[in-house]
C-alpha cells in the first residue's frame, strides 16, 4: 500500500480488448480495475496470472506484470510466483473449464495450501474460447456442439469443490452487478490466504441467459440472496421471503410473523455456507462473502519462516557436512 491515489486508468493496458461484444467479461475487467485502484498496491506490485480460455485473456489487458500460462497449469505458476515474491499481489484468473477441468487438481492444491492469492473463477458454464463445447458446469442436458444429443454429465458445483479442498475464503458474485463485483474483489483482497470468487459471467454466444433468473431485474430479487454477516436471510421482490433451518436443511418460509426463526447469516458457519451454496432449486442462489476462515496462516508465510529458520539455524559448512562425508 502506498500514499499515492490510483485511477482505473492506471491499472488498464494500450491493448484493445478483444471479447465477443455482450460479452460478461467486460464488466469484470472492469471492476477488477476499479477495485484495483481502490485497494491501493502500485501497478508494479502487481501481478496477473491466467491459464486458458476467453478469461484467461486477462492480462493482456491489465496495466500490471502477469503471465498467460498454459491450460489448467495457472495456480502452480500463482503458488511458484507468490512464495518467491511474498509481497507481491498476485490475482490468478481462470474459467470453469481451465479451472475444474484439466486443471482440477492444481485448483485443488492451491487452494488446500491457503496460497495467498486472489483467485477470479468466470462460470459461464460452456467452453467459449473453442467454441461452445459443455463444460465440467454445464447443465445435464445440454445441447452442445461436444453434446448433440444432450449432456449426461452431473455438473460440478464449484462451491462445494472449493470448500470440499479446505478453502478459507469464498465469495459469489455476478457480472451485471458491476458495483457488487468491485466490493467482493475488495474485500476478498484483505483475506490473508486463497481467496476464491466465483462469477457468474455470461457468454452472449455460446451460452446466452444461462443465468437469467437470478440477473434479469423481473427474477432476480425472488431467485437471489444477498448474504451480509449478522443479517437475517430474508429476499424477494417484496423482502416477503426468508430462509430457516428445516431439521438438517434449509427452507424457504414466506415471512407471516415468524422473523424470529429466520437464520442469520454468518460467513465463519461452514456449515450454514455448505447448505446456502448447494445445488437446490428450492433455494435461491446466494451472493455474497459465502466463507471465511481467519486466524490462519498463508503458505508462502510457512515457506519462508522455515527458510529463514534454516539460514539462522545453520551455516553453509554446517549444511555440507550434515550427512555423510568422505574424501577422496
Not at 482505473?8 to 475487467?29: E, N
Not at 469443490?161 to 466490493?183: L, Q
Amino acid at each position: 500500500m502506498s500514499d499515492v491515489v490510483y485511477k482505473k486508468k492506471d491499472f488498464a493496458s494500450d491493448q484493445q480488448v478483444k471479447w465477443c461484444p455482450g460479452c460478461g467479461d467486460y464488466a469484470i475487467l472492469s471492476s477488477v480495475q476499479q477495485a484495483m485502484a481502490k485497494i491501493g498496491v502500485a501497478p508494479h506490485n502487481t501481478a496477473v496470472i491466467s491459464g486458458i480460455g476467453c478469461s484467461s485473456r486477462f492480462p493482456y489487458y491489465m496495466g500490471t506484470y502477469g503471465m498467460h500460462t498454459i491450460h489448467g497449469r495457472a495456480p502452480a505458476f500463482a503458488t511458484g510466483l507468490k512464495v518467491q515474491n511474498p509481497d507481491l499481489s498476485v490475482w490468478l484468473i481462470t474459467g470453469d473449464g481451465d479451472g475444474l477441468s484439466i486443471g482440477g487438481n492444481h485448483l485443488a492444491h492451491i487452494i488446500r495450501r491457503n496460497v495467498d492469492v486472489n483467485l477470479i473463477l468466470f462460470n459461464n458454464e460452456i467452453y467459449g474460447l473453442t467454441k461452445g463445447q459443455y463444460s465440467p458446469t454445464s447443465k445435464e442436458g445440454i445441447k452442445t456442439k461436444s453434446t448433440p444429443y444432450g449432456s449426461v454429465d452431473h455438473p460440478f458445483n464449484p462451491a462445494d469443490f472449493v470448500m470440499g479442498s479446505g478453502s478459507t475464503y469464498f465469495a459469489r458474485t455476478i457480472d451485471t452487478d458491476p458495483k457488487h463485483m468491485m466490493e467482493t474483489f475488495i474485500e476478498a483482497s484483505k483475506h490473508k490466504g486463497c481467496s476464491v470468487i466465483e462469477v457468474y459471467q455470461n457468454c452472449v454466444i455460446f451460452n446466452d441467459k444461462v443465468h437469467d433468473a437470478y440477473t434479469n431485474r423481473a427474477t432476480r430479487d425472488d431467485h437471489s440472496i444477498r448474504c451480509v454477516h449478522g443479517e437475517k436471510l430474508i429476499f424477494g421482490k417484496d423482502k416477503d421471503k426468508g430462509i430457516i433451518m428445516d431439521g438438517f436443511n434449509l427452507k424457504v418460509v414466506v415471512l407471516d410473523g415468524n422473523e424470529d426463526k429466520i437464520v442469520t447469516f454468518d460467513k465463519h458457519n461452514k456449515i450454514l455456507s455448505q447448505l446456502l451454496t448447494q445445488k437446490n432449486d428450492e433455494l435461491p442462489v446466494a451472493i455474497g462473502t459465502l466463507y471465511t476462515k481467519e486466524d490462519i496462516t498463508s503458505y508462502e508465510q510457512d515457506v519462508n519462516t522455515q527458510i529463514a529458520a534454516q539460514k539462522n539455524d545453520q551455516s553453509i559448512q554446517q549444511l555440507l557436512e550434515s550427512a555423510n562425508t568422505w574424501q577422496v
